[in-house]
């Protein structure tokens, strides 16, 4: 397994390019099996979770070219196997995008139950009531999804909660079936609309991704396209973070500054500087660091609100801030599990329901830490960054799973981070 070393205390200075957006990526490559034709997608992030899914639409039976610059080539007309039902599926929470893709293009699916990281109840219960409502029979046997329709039809669907799964997953199938579907209280996420833009380049009909009501016609065939996604929302709000923590100076680019807004406002609330601007071609931010930052209060919520991704690094600055902060959880129960991990570097954390109390203190010292979760590993990178000494950070498979060559992309602003390889 491999582990992090990490000799903190040095501000991150220079440029940094934010790749392409995990959560778009999860959705779009089996999207991409509505097509009747190949489909090229850009701008991938090289990540473990693009890999696993990569493997599993090749063990489906689909032509699958993935290359180092993140361009994937998809063809899907070989597709032969419709139960997905292999070890690696349960592994990656994403792999039920696959369910309403199949069910859309085939009619029918089998799908092991997802996984994923332990960050609190994540069933798929919206997602099997949207394809029950177009039509679907969907039953759960031993832990595999079975889903089937002779012919799925367009239906008004409202969701109880502003799920982003669900939502995707809804048009994935609506997209294919007959008649107009309307999904109510869809989720606004820019991976959402993401997913919406290319569905449409295969030529399908959607129309109000990224408000609350989304209406799609549905069409008999959809073509191959090629499409680049969107910058990831998530890597760049944890390198602004790591930034500020570091006391830092780091201009990030490739990014869609509208859906930092949330973040940037907590961070200049917190006492940083942070100024956008525009070479021509794309949008970069300019983000800086300064002296001690003041404490704020935070609820998570689903966007355009702060996001439960960046929950957790932005806890590790808030460790460092002066004064009292206050976190509230609204998304998910059980995303507090690297509280322990920065307790011990130092942090003054008291965690209560769904509520966290951060009192700020001077500094953080190194410490053998271990990262629950992809997010939490990323809080724990932040947290060693800017700590005394040295830190180790373990279980970093967690990582992998959703930042690329993060290590490699740290160095290149000056930190002190190394890869160690262990038996």
């Given at each position: 397994?491999?582990?992090?070393?990490?000799?903190?205390?040095?501000p991150?200075e220079g440029q940094?390019?934010i790749?392409?957006?995990?959560?778009?990526?999860?959705?779009i490559?089996p999207?991409a099996i509505?097509?009747?034709?190949?489909?090229?997608?850009?701008?991938?992030?090289?990540?473990?979770d693009?890999h696993?899914?990569t493997?599993?639409l090749?063990?489906?039976g689909a032509?699958?070219?993935?290359?180092e610059n993140?361009?994937?080539?998809?063809?899907p007309?070989?597709?032969?196997?419709?139960e997905?039902?292999f070890?690696?599926?349960?592994k990656l929470?994403?792999s039920y995008?696959?369910?309403?893709a199949?069910l859309?293009?085939?009619?029918?699916?089998?799908?092991?139950l997802?996984?994923?990281?332990?960050?609190?109840?994540?069933?798929?219960d919206?997602?099997?009531?949207?394809?029950r409502?177009?039509?679907?029979?969907?039953?759960i046997?031993?832990?595999i999804?079975?889903?089937?329709a002779d012919e799925?039809?367009?239906a008004?669907?409202y969701l109880?909660?502003a799920?982003?799964?669900?939502?995707i997953n809804?048009?994935?199938a609506?997209?294919?079936?007959?008649?107009?579907?309307?999904i109510?209280?869809?989720?606004?996420?820019?991976h959402?609309?993401?997913?919406?833009n290319?569905?449409?380049?295969?030529g399908a009909?959607?129309?109000?991704a990224?408000t609350d009501v989304?209406r799609?016609k549905?069409r008999k065939?959809l073509?191959?396209?090629?499409?680049a996604?969107?910058?990831?929302?998530i890597?760049a709000?944890?390198?602004?973070?790591a930034?500020?923590?570091?006391?830092?100076?780091?201009?990030?680019n490739?990014?869609?500054?509208?859906h930092?807004?949330?973040?940037?406002a907590?961070?200049?609330?917190?006492?940083?500087?942070?100024a956008?601007g525009d070479?021509g071609?794309?949008?970069?931010?300019q983000?800086?660091?300064?002296?001690?930052l003041?404490a704020?209060?935070i609820?998570?919520?689903?966007?355009?609100?702060?996001?439960?991704?960046?929950?957790?690094p932005?806890m590790?600055?808030?460790?460092m801030?002066?004064?009292?902060?206050?976190?509230?959880?609204?998304?998910?129960e059980?995303?507090f599990?690297h509280?322990?991990?920065?307790?011990?570097?130092g942090?003054s954390?008291?965690?209560?329901?769904?509520?966290?109390t951060?009192e700020?203190?001077?500094k953080?010292?190194?410490?053998?830490?271990?990262?629950?979760?992809l997010?939490?590993?990323?809080?724990?990178?932040?947290?060693a960054?800017?700590?005394?000494g040295?830190?180790?950070?373990?279980?970093?498979?967690?990582?992998?799973r959703?930042?690329?060559?993060?290590e490699q992309?740290?160095?290149?602003?000056?930190?002190?981070?190394e890869?160690?390889e262990e038996?």
């Amino acid at each position: 397994m491999a582990y992090y070393k990490i000799n903190g205390g040095r501000p991150l200075e220079g440029q940094v390019t934010i790749s392409g957006a995990k959560n778009a990526a999860l959705a779009i490559i089996p999207a991409a099996i509505l097509a009747g034709q190949p489909c090229v997608i850009e701008n991938l992030p090289i990540i473990e979770d693009v890999h696993v899914l990569t493997e599993i639409l090749r063990l489906m039976g689909a032509e699958v070219e993935l290359y180092e610059n993140g361009c994937m080539r998809i063809d899907p007309t070989k597709i032969d196997n419709y139960e997905v039902t292999f070890e690696m599926v349960s592994k990656l929470r994403a792999s039920y995008y696959l369910l309403g893709a199949m069910l859309g293009r085939y009619g029918h699916a089998a799908l092991a139950l997802p996984g994923g990281c332990s960050i609190g109840n994540r069933p798929i219960d919206f997602h099997i009531k949207g394809m029950r409502a177009l039509g679907a029979e969907v039953e759960i046997r031993n832990g595999i999804v079975y889903a089937y329709a002779d012919e799925l039809r367009g239906a008004e669907i409202y969701l109880d909660m502003a799920s982003v799964g669900a939502t995707i997953n809804i048009m994935l199938a609506a997209c294919r079936a007959e008649g107009q579907t309307v999904i109510t209280n869809a989720a606004k996420e820019p991976h959402v609309v993401d997913v919406a833009n290319f569905l449409n380049m295969m030529g399908a009909s959607i129309k109000g991704a990224g408000t609350d009501v989304i209406r799609i016609k549905g069409r008999k065939e959809l073509h191959g396209t090629s499409y680049a996604i969107i910058p990831d929302q998530i890597e760049a709000g944890t390198f602004m973070i790591a930034a500020v923590a570091t006391k830092g100076n780091v201009v990030l680019n490739n990014i869609i500054p509208t859906h930092l807004e949330a973040i940037s406002a907590k961070l200049m609330e917190c006492g940083a500087h942070i100024a956008e601007g525009d070479d021509g071609t794309e949008f970069f931010l300019q983000v800086q660091g300064g002296d001690r930052l003041r404490a704020v209060n935070i609820k998570t919520l689903p966007y355009p609100g702060f996001p439960t991704d960046l929950q957790q690094p932005m806890m590790a600055l808030l460790t460092m801030s002066k004064g009292n902060s206050y976190i509230v959880e609204n998304i998910f129960e059980d995303r507090f599990n690297h509280v322990p991990e920065l307790i011990r570097m130092g942090a003054s954390i008291n965690v209560n329901g769904r509520t966290a109390t951060i009192e700020g203190v001077e500094k953080l010292y190194g410490a053998n830490v271990r990262a629950t979760d992809l997010r939490a590993g990323a809080a724990l990178i932040v947290a060693a960054l800017a700590a005394e000494g040295t830190t180790i950070v373990r279980n970093i498979h967690f990582i992998d799973r959703g930042y690329e060559r993060f290590e490699q992309k740290l160095r290149a602003l000056g930190a002190d981070i190394e890869r160690i390889e262990e038996d």
